[in-house]
């Protein structure tokens, strides 16, 4: 594929390229978080965009090139795990997958599950084919990464969140047998996906203190994330982005101690307190509201917001990268997404 669908004067490659040096930008560096609420994008079902490669690497490419938004890639999705152990997932026709029923019902079935065989089972081969089509399109253009749900987080997907929280505080022993194969998974999923020469990033929403205790995460969050951190950089020379849904405040010293150069945080915390804290240690991304002002908001009140972040967080000493406090949601406008990338023009401090 040729670059003249490059709506800007940079590529995102070599925006990220001239922002590492701190020179001249034809726009601040701005991504936005698409997922598979965007399938109507391409007038598809969402249930059909999950089961076909084609269609992956499709909304991917016709966003970025829609966009030309700084990141792209694919996601197994919060289930994808789950799934490949044996959990029901529910895909309707035109709305977000969600669990049916886990994997296990039961903390004591724990040892009928083995690590998966990402060639072989659930969605993931799907997805891997996709991520093949997605970065051989675009790879050149822009980084394209691959989003693998953190082990807490995959872990509450097969045997059930509140069975997951429950059994933490009862049966910490079986916990951490359940997350020693949700990591060995995800460990070889990424042994996979590296073949690429992709990123990675991983989403851990039920790791956020707005559900656990920064006790519970220590204890059966973090060394499994070190653990994917450090294979992640084995492969890739990087380590993948975290992102946080909900709080994470009290997390930010441990989140850094996984080995975490980039930090995504929920628009429910404040980036200056966050530039604060770790903003010399990791580079920050975020964090414009993705329903308040995304989703239901006026152009106008994402051009105000993404300003908001950017003189915030533009001079935090690791960084920072606008984007969107999470996933936007089904329905949000075009013209507020454009708005979002016009800020992040008009507002450039690197011009």
Same mark, same amino acid.
């Given at each position: 594929?040729?670059?003249?669908?490059?709506?800007?004067?940079? @590529?995102?490659?070599?925006?990220?390229?001239?922002?590492?040096?701190?020179?001249?930008?034809?726009?601040?560096?701005?991504?936005?978080?698409?997922?598979?609420?965007?399938?109507?994008?391409?007038?598809?079902?969402?249930?059909?965009?999950?089961?076909?490669?084609?269609?992956?690497?499709?909304?991917?490419?016709?966003?970025?090139?829609?966009?030309?938004?700084?990141?792209?890639?694919?996601?197994? @999705?919060?289930?994808?795990?789950?799934?490949?152990?044996?959990?029901?997932?529910?895909?309707?026709?035109?709305?977000?997958?969600?669990? +049916?029923?886990?994997?296990?019902?039961?903390?004591?079935?724990?040892?009928?599950?083995?690590?998966?065989?990402?060639?072989?089972?659930?969605?993931?081969?799907?997805?891997?084919?996709?991520?093949? $089509?997605?970065?051989?399109?675009?790879?050149?253009?822009?980084?394209?990464?691959?989003?693998?749900?953190?082990?807490?987080? %995959?872990?509450?997907?097969?045997?059930? @969140?509140?069975?997951?929280?429950?059994?933490?505080?009862?049966?910490?022993?079986?916990?951490?047998?359940?997350?020693?194969?949700?990591?060995?998974?995800?460990?070889?999923?990424?042994?996979?996906? %590296?073949?690429?020469?992709? =990123?990675?990033?991983?989403?851990?929403?039920?790791?956020?203190?707005?559900? $656990?205790?920064?006790?519970?995460?220590?204890?059966?969050?973090?060394?499994?994330?070190?653990?994917?951190?450090?294979?992640?950089?084995?492969?890739?020379? %990087?380590?993948?982005?975290?992102?946080?849904?909900?709080? =994470?405040?009290?997390?930010?010293?441990?989140?850094?101690?996984?080995?975490?150069?980039?930090?995504?945080?929920? +628009?429910?915390?404040?980036?200056?307190?966050?530039?604060?804290?770790?903003?010399?240690?990791?580079?920050?991304?975020?964090?414009?509201?993705?329903?308040?002002?995304?989703?239901?908001?006026?152009?106008?009140?994402?051009?105000?917001?993404?300003?908001?972040?950017?003189?915030?967080?533009?001079?935090?000493?690791?960084?920072?990268?606008?984007?969107?406090?999470?996933?936007?949601?089904?329905? @949000?406008?075009?013209?507020?997404? +454009?708005?979002?990338?016009?800020?992040?023009?008009?507002?450039?401090?690197?011009?």
């Amino acid at each position: 594929m040729d670059r003249n669908f490059i709506r800007t004067a940079m @590529t995102p490659r070599e925006r990220s390229e001239a922002y590492k040096k701190r020179q001249s930008l034809d726009r601040y560096p701005c991504g936005l978080m698409f997922g598979p609420a965007m399938a109507g994008f391409i007038n598809v079902k969402t249930k059909d965009y999950y089961h076909s490669p084609e269609l992956l690497a499709k909304l991917d490419i016709e966003l970025f090139k829609k966009f030309n938004q700084d990141g792209a890639g694919l996601s197994i @999705t919060l289930h994808g795990i789950a799934e490949a152990l044996g959990a029901e997932i529910a895909y309707p026709d035109y709305g977000i997958a969600y669990l +049916n029923k886990p994997a296990i019902s039961s903390l004591d079935d724990v040892s009928k599950l083995k690590p998966i065989n990402p060639l072989k089972d659930g969605r993931i081969p799907t997805v891997l084919k996709g991520l093949a $089509i997605d970065q051989k399109e675009l790879g050149e253009f822009v980084d394209v990464g691959l989003s693998i749900a953190g082990p807490f987080s %995959s872990a509450a997907s097969v045997v059930g @969140t509140k069975t997951l929280l429950k059994g933490a505080l009862r049966r910490p022993d079986k916990v951490h047998e359940l997350l020693e194969i949700v990591t060995q998974s995800l460990l070889n999923i990424i042994d996979e996906a %590296s073949k690429l020469g992709v =990123s990675f990033c991983i989403p851990d929403p039920v790791s956020s203190t707005t559900l $656990i205790s920064k006790g519970l995460y220590e204890k059966f969050s973090f060394p499994y994330v070190k653990r994917i951190q450090e294979k992640v950089i084995s492969k890739t020379g %990087s380590s993948a982005a975290i992102h946080i849904c909900g709080k =994470s405040k009290d997390l930010w010293d441990m989140v850094v101690e996984t080995g975490c150069d980039c930090f995504s945080i929920d +628009n429910i915390e404040d980036l200056a307190e966050a530039k604060k804290l770790i903003g010399d240690k990791v580079c920050l991304i975020g964090n414009v509201s993705p329903v308040d002002i995304m989703r239901y908001g006026t152009e106008e009140d994402v051009m105000k917001d993404a300003k908001k972040c950017i003189d915030k967080a533009w001079d935090s000493p690791n960084g920072f990268l606008l984007n969107t406090g999470c996933d936007l949601p089904t329905g @949000t406008p075009v013209e507020n997404m +454009n708005a979002m990338l016009n800020a992040a023009t008009i507002y450039n401090p690197f011009k």
